[in-house]
């Protein structure tokens, strides 16, 4: 539960800020779509690992 509820904010946040930042135009739609699932993908790479790795480890 707790890293789904982790993912999902990355995504919300990720599509928020880029959704706001974006170009005009089909074209800047299209780019800031890019770059949230790219950034939001790294992010919860990054983010698996620590919730993993740092803070479930027993």
């Keep these: 539960l707790v890293k789904g509820a982790a993912f999902g904010f990355i995504v919300a946040l990720m599509g928020c800020y880029y959704g706001m930042n974006s170009g005009r135009g ?33």
């Design 26 to 58: 089909a074209q800047g739609v299209g780019r800031a779509t890019k770059s949230a699932v790219v950034a939001a993908s790294v992010l919860i790479l990054a983010a698996n690992y620590l919730l993993t790795e740092v803070f479930f480890s027993a």
